[in-house]
């Protein structure tokens, strides 16, 4: 609203170039403006306090904003990766922007070092190796193979048996004998 009302007295006063719009200013607009809004003090004394020594200026004026801390310790923040070079439990880390341009990563009023990185390291997959399934053979004695197993058995009784029969016969071959 202000800028408007600057703008209006300026056309009316016929201003159409920077120069002549600073004289505008400085000799007519301002004076008047603090004629009208201006308040004095009630008293002359100074009542700033001396800032505290333990207090940091430099972290109060700061920008702060929160950041994920990822499983393998990395943070994103301006689309640059950070690596935390702390072993830290902490799942949300506080990043403080200075007003000189440094940053700083806090957890819990703690500062942690970490450095600028290129990309984000990338998960590495975890390669299985599969040991060839040995294939399950139930025994010759086992339910499902009982019809081979009946067969296996009468076969290797009918085998026995004559082989009972010829030994009975080559011995009594070489008794004759």
Do not use: C
């Amino acid at each position: 609203m202000h800028q408007d009302r600057l703008v209006k007295e300026m056309r009316l006063a016929g201003i159409n170039n920077t120069q002549d719009a600073n004289k505008f200013l400085h000799s007519y607009y301002i004076p008047k403006h603090n004629r009208k809004f201006a308040v004095t003090a009630k008293g002359k004394a100074n009542l700033h306090m001396p800032v505290p020594k333990h207090t940091n200026l430099d972290r109060i004026f700061s920008i702060k904003n929160k950041a994920v801390l990822r499983k393998d310790f990395t943070i994103q923040y301006n689309n640059k990766f950070y690596q935390i070079l702390e072993s830290t439990r902490a799942k949300e880390v506080t990043i403080e922007e200075h007003l000189n341009g440094k940053l700083y990563i806090y957890y819990k009023d703690k500062q942690l070092k970490y450095k600028l990185i290129d990309k984000r390291p990338r998960k590495q997959k975890k390669v299985y190796r599969l040991k060839p399934k040995k294939t399950y053979v139930p025994a010759i004695s086992h339910p499902w193979k009982r019809p081979l197993y009946e067969g296996a058995m009468a076969a290797k009784q009918a085998r026995l048996q004559k082989e009972k029969i010829a030994r009975k016969e080559s011995f009594a071959l070489t008794i004759k004998t």
